[in-house]
């Protein structure tokens, strides 16, 4: 049953040509589709969830968006190991997308939490999460 997942989400965005690089590619690389296009937007669908980016109109462009006002702060998304995190910071960084935090990179969310945090281009923090190592312990006998 679905109830109560995220069925989308609708970001507005200031160049929708950079976003659609951007996401495009970044979703893509976590397993989204194309799912749909239009003149002022793109969409991408992974499962029943998918991501819509819109173009804003330029009468709305005068204030840049900011994580730290109110509204979205960031997205983030569940990777599948601790290996893919480290693949997808190689090549963020090889098409030259800074890292956020790069002095705790990737513990920067805390010891337990291996994560690579990145902005897009209108500066949204992203975050890919690895899943949290389960730590057993055997005794010896």
Same mark, same amino acid.
């Not at 109560?4 to 965005?13: N, P, R, S, T």
């Not at 979205?72 to 190689?90: C, P």
């Not at 975050?127 to 312990?137: C, D, G, M, R, S």
């Given at each position: 049953m $679905?109830?109560?997942?995220?069925?989308?989400?609708?970001?507005?965005?200031?160049?929708?040509?950079k !976003?659609?690089?951007?996401?495009?590619?970044?979703?893509?690389?976590l397993?989204? $589709?194309?799912?749909?296009e239009?003149?002022?937007?793109? $969409?991408?669908?992974?499962?029943? !969830?998918?991501?819509?980016?819109? /173009?804003?109109?330029?009468r709305?462009?005068?204030?840049?968006y900011h994580?730290?006002?109110?509204g979205?702060?960031?997205l983030?998304?569940?990777? $599948?190991?601790?290996? /893919?995190?480290?693949?997808? !910071?190689?090549?963020? /960084?090889?098409?030259?997308i800074?890292?956020?935090?790069?002095?705790k990179?990737p513990?920067?969310?805390?010891?337990?939490?291996?994560?690579?945090?990145f902005?897009?281009?209108?500066?949204?923090?992203?975050?890919?999460?690895?899943?949290?190592?389960?730590? !057993?312990?055997?005794?010896k006998l």
């Amino acid at each position: 049953m $679905s109830q109560g997942l995220v069925h989308h989400i609708e970001l507005y965005v200031s160049d929708l040509k950079k !976003t659609i690089d951007f996401w495009g590619w970044l979703l893509e690389e976590l397993g989204y $589709s194309l799912f749909q296009e239009w003149d002022s937007g793109r $969409s991408w669908k992974l499962g029943e !969830t998918y991501l819509v980016f819109v /173009q804003a109109e330029d009468r709305f462009l005068d204030v840049p968006y900011h994580r730290c006002r109110v509204g979205l702060n960031h997205l983030a998304f569940h990777a $599948s190991s601790r290996q /893919q995190v480290d693949e997808l !910071t190689d090549k963020l /960084q090889d098409r030259g997308i800074r890292i956020l935090y790069p002095e705790k990179h990737p513990f920067a969310g805390g010891p337990e939490y291996y994560a690579v945090f990145f902005e897009d281009p209108d500066r949204m923090k992203v975050e890919l999460v690895a899943p949290k190592l389960i730590h !057993t312990h055997i005794d010896k006998l």
